[in-house]
């Protein structure tokens, strides 16, 4: 077992390199947007809005007014509005430019501010009537003729601000620790925990329960839902309904970190004694937790109510962008709470840690394992959980270690041939077994695949949404999209006939074994005559989920004598589900195996065995995907 300081060590000065080049690079980039875009305008216009507090009334006239007009890249109609005003102070005349706060003022589509005050100036223009403008007396060449907040533009800008300059300051911070070699970059906290001395039992603390993480994502929704609600107030009622719906959103998520704060507030002095102190792999020992009145009292219920403590080892997977964890072993005690005199309460629960274990902080395969006391209460909700030190006990098993080894994806797995009288295992509830004329099929469901057609089509109107909703609501007619937006919306919506058409069928017939993959778009059988199947093997396709929750998915594959394998199913969930695929299948091809005559093979067509679909199926799907895009292009660019 290789010991945890060694893999700090091994992180080498370019990886150090790397991650103060990566940081600074995404500082500057975050930061500076953050700042430009957000963070420096509204300082300005919270500046301005102060500083004209003092400015004086003056009547002026207005001399031109214009609204311009000009797109985005996207297509979104932007408005600006110019002016110039004419105004006498202490005898001087003076000619302005300047309508609101903004300084340098740029065309925007937030609201109808620009529009309104083009219609308030085009009208005392025609009228001959003066409006009022705001001179600064120090320096009355300085006028403005709004000296409110537009707050619809702040409430936009504020996401930017906040958020884009927040994680650049962050970005900035793991450059610096990273470049000093502080405690906190990967490997380092590892070895820490490994090498520390035994930490007296009573400052085991519970863990936060990840409420930080929550409450940085609600504040993230929270701040892009009110630039949302700013930018489509004025809209139609459906963007105003759906921008309150972002809005009720993130206030949940905000809710949902309150309680975890709350939840971590009442646990707080809670704390875990054990006998012996030191804890061994392969010992008995006696946990006992101690909760405060208020953690009792809210969470666990009165004293004597029944709780459980559950004692695990966790296996940690930091190697990747994102944080994996799974139990591995657990033990489940129930225990009583005992009122203490001070109002809190204390559980304990006997446990036999298994021989063998690692301990924490061991690194194994390039993971990391991770002891964890969990209290749960009597709906075995967990409502706290505390780090253990466990350390290596004297009996450690050889080749069988608890901990297992990473998935080989590498790794081929032969099944065997069915034995006479032997018991057909159970199939997967996505497979089905089909036999007529024809022969002796499998059908396989693809949810998986439905489900991808699903967000395609999503994901094809997402793209054309902001034009086919003003149509539905008998709106304006906007400006069409780009063309690569309208050539992406096609292609998801090929893929989405694609997927939701397609099949898996695997047949065995006298002509020997056919694949057929085919959907509306895209025909695709393959044959292998009997003679050509030279074994079924298994191999791990891929794994979904994380945690406790990992399930692999093994597909079957076909040994032929020509170089390479071929694929025969999908993938299914546990080797043991594809192993009675391959079952049933090897025993299809027994039962149709010696009907060839002596020294020949018949090559059959797909087409006789039933299989693949007519000609004009695909040519016809092809036709109508082309129909639609048409229709598409004609609805929405006119």
């Known amino acids: 077992m290789n010991s945890v300081p060694g893999q700090a060590q091994a992180a080498s000065i370019a990886a150090r390199l790397f991650a103060v080049l990566f940081s600074a690079i995404f500082a500057v980039a975050f930061g500076g947007f953050g700042i430009g875009m957000g963070l420096w305008p509204l300082l300005q216009n919270a500046s301005a809005a102060w500083q004209v507090r003092q400015w004086q009334p003056v009547p002026a006239t207005v001399l031109h007014t214009q609204l311009d007009r000009r797109r985005d890249s996207e297509g979104a109609v932007m408005h600006e509005v110019r002016a110039s005003y004419r105004y006498v102070v202490a005898g001087q005349a003076h000619v302005a430019q300047q309508v609101g706060l ?40 300085q006028a403005v003729l709004e000296r409110e ?100 959103i993130g206030c949940g998520i905000v809710a949902a970190a309150a309680r975890g704060t709350v939840r971590a507030r009442r646990f707080q002095g809670a704390r875990v004694n054990a006998l012996p102190r030191r804890l061994c792999t392969g010992e008995p020992v006696q946990l006992q937790v101690s909760l405060p009145a208020a953690a009792q009292a809210a969470w666990a219920g009165p004293a004597g109510a029944a709780v459980a403590l559950r004692l695990g080892l966790h296996h940690i997977d930091d190697s990747g962008s994102s944080r994996e964890t799974r139990r591995l072993w657990d033990q489940t005690r129930h225990a009583q709470l005992v009122p203490l005199p001070d109002g809190s309460a204390r559980c304990s629960a006997h446990f036999e840690l298994p021989a063998g274990a690692p301990p924490s902080g061991a690194i194994r395969h390039q993971e990391r394992a991770q002891w964890l006391l969990e209290v749960l209460d009597a709906r075995q909700r967990k409502l706290a959980s505390f780090e253990l030190s466990v350390h290596q006990g004297a009996s450690v098993l050889g080749a069988s270690e608890l901990l297992p080894q990473r998935a080989d994806w590498d790794a081929v797995h032969a099944v065997p041939a069915p034995g006479d009288g032997e018991r057909a295992p159970a199939l997967p509830a996505t497979v089905q077994v089909q036999e007529d004329a024809a022969g002796w099929r499998l059908v396989f469901r693809r949810h998986a695949l439905r489900t991808l057609a699903a967000l395609a089509v999503l994901g094809a109107a997402a793209l054309l949404w902001q034009w086919v909703l003003p149509l539905a609501l008998g709106g304006i007619r906007p400006h069409g999209p780009d063309a690569w937006r309208l050539a992406l919306a096609a292609s998801l919506l090929a893929l989405a006939l694609h997927w939701a058409s397609q099949r898996w069928i695997v047949q065995v017939s006298d002509a020997g074994l056919h694949i057929d993959r085919s959907s509306w778009l895209v025909p695709r059988l393959r044959h292998l005559a009997d003679g050509q199947v030279r074994g079924v093997v298994h191999k791990l396709s891929y794994i979904a989920g994380s945690g406790a929750q990992a399930v692999e998915h093994h597909a079957l594959w076909a040994n032929t004598p020509q170089p390479g394998a071929v694929k025969l199913t999908p993938a299914v969930a546990q ?12 025993r299809a091809l027994a039962h149709h195996r010696g009907r060839f005559a002596p020294g020949t093979e018949r090559l059959g067509r797909a087409a006789d065995a039933g299989l693949g679909k007519p000609a004009w199926v695909p040519a016809l799907a092809w036709l109508g995907w082309m129909a639609t895009v048409a229709l598409l292009w004609r609805a929405v660019a006119g």
């Not at 039992?201 to 892009?224: C, M, Y």
């Open 102 to 141: 903004d300084a340098r003022s740029r065309a925007d589509n937030i609201g109808d501010w620009h529009e309104q005050w083009h219609r308030r100036l085009l009208d005392a223009q025609a009228r001959g009537e003066p409006i009022t403008a705001w001179v600064n007396p120090a320096h009355p060449e």
């Open 149 to 248: 907040v537009r707050w619809a533009l702040a409430a936009f800008r504020m996401p930017f601000g906040l958020l884009f300059t927040a994680i650049g300051v962050i970005a900035a911070w793991a450059a610096v620790r990273a470049a000093l070699g502080r405690p906190g970059w990967p490997g380092q906290k590892q070895a820490d925990a490994a090498t520390a001395d035994d930490l007296p039992s009573t400052d085991v603390r519970p863990q936060a329960g990840g409420h930080a993480g929550l409450w940085i994502f609600g504040v993230v929704w929270l701040l892009f839902s009110l630039a949302f609600v700013a930018g489509f107030w004025t809209g139609a009622w459906v963007a105003r309904l759906g921008s309150l719906g972002f809005l009720a």
């Open 575 to 586: 080797a043991g589900a594809a192993q009675a695929v391959a079952w049933h299948l090897q």
